[in-house]
């Protein structure tokens, strides 16, 4: 691996606490200065363990999950994810953005676990926690490996991002629908210019987000959209949801998911600070609409939940419901509309 202005903090001689601490048996710790990792440090692992269970995985519609990195440079200030940088004792502000763990032989110890003969082949989700194509993905290149193993072993997957790096792994892709099930989702919660370019700083613009949905489609791999978050009073008018069910379905994807903005602990103090600097009129009314807990209320939900699915039919285009088959349950969210189903509870995803 080529390494520009790189200097090495720490090596394999790093503290056995800061080890213990990221679930590995040493960390080696990276910076350098080009233009597009500038300001961000990454630590190098060799992780335990790549395949994760659920906790909590009987509300959730997938029970095991692989994730590569901790942390996230698309630096998205709703993540519910954030929490998990506090368990490495990092911030879950701008260390959650800045510090990313990188399990550098994740592919090498999924094909091992693939290979076990206590693995029974279940559906594995990734992009569910941090995004698995962030930019650490164009240096680190862990998903290749990780694609190529579970074609080889035929293992059903899912993955949901925001990344169009997903693009490089095409070829990687369609070989894998050959041989098992594959369920793309990408996320795409708004389609505002200024409120994308404020609120995920480093993701792809929505716009190129949307192209990896039709560039898939084109090449014969269906994908849906979970439309999350949709962010009240920012990105919920009946005419900003207009134009972003046009646009998703635009792109042919095979279903749209909406999800309301959460707000867990770690995520919500990084939000409500984000929102009091660009918003401030905004602040009471969030305090009110949140005062119960992380999730807005389920009035509130249902009505956002109907007017997608409602424009999804008018565009035509199937929403993504509770009880469909789990093809692609990374994209799959309870849907309060559905008589018996129960809305979201708080579910924390483990990474290691």
Known sequence: MRWENLTVESGSG????????????????????SPEFRGI????????????????????????????YRGCTHACVYCFARKTHSYLDLDTGLGFDSQIVVKVNAP??????????????DHIAMGTNVDCYQRAEGRYRLMPGILSALRDHANPFS??????????????L??????????ISVSVGFTDPALWRTVEPGTPAP???LDVVRTLGEHGIGCGVLMAPVLPFLSDHPAQLRATVQAIAAAGATSVTPL?????????????????????????????????????PKWYQ????????DLAQEYGMGPTRAGMPRRNPASVEPDPLVPGAAAPEPVQLTLL
């Not at 509300?59 to 999950?65: A, G, K, L």
Request: no cysteine.
């Open 14 to 33: 790093s503290s056995r606490t800061d080890a213990a601490l990221f679930g590995a048996d040493a960390v080696t710790t990276r910076t350098f200065d």
């Open 41 to 68: 440090t990454f630590h190098e692992i060799r992780a335990r363990s790549i395949i994760n269970r659920v906790p909590g995985a009987s509300r959730m519609p997938f029970e095991w999950t692989v994730n590569p």
């Open 108 to 121: 090498d110890l999924l094909r091992r676990q693939l290979g076990s003969r206590r693995w029974l082949g």
């Open 159 to 172: 993955i949901l991002t925001k990344g169009t790096l997903i693009l490089r792994d095409l070829d990687l």
């Open 174 to 183: 369609v070989q894998a629908s050959q041989v098992t099930d594959v369920g």
């Open 207 to 209: 716009e190129r987000r």
């Open 260 to 296: 309301v903005l959460h707000l867990r602990p770690g995520a919500r103090e990084w939000y409500m600070a984000w929102l009091g600097h660009h918003h401030p009129h905004l602040v009471r009314r969030y305090e009110r609409l949140y005062a119960e807990g992380a999730y807005a």
């Open 302 to 309: 249902r009505r956002i939940t109907r007017q997608v699915h």
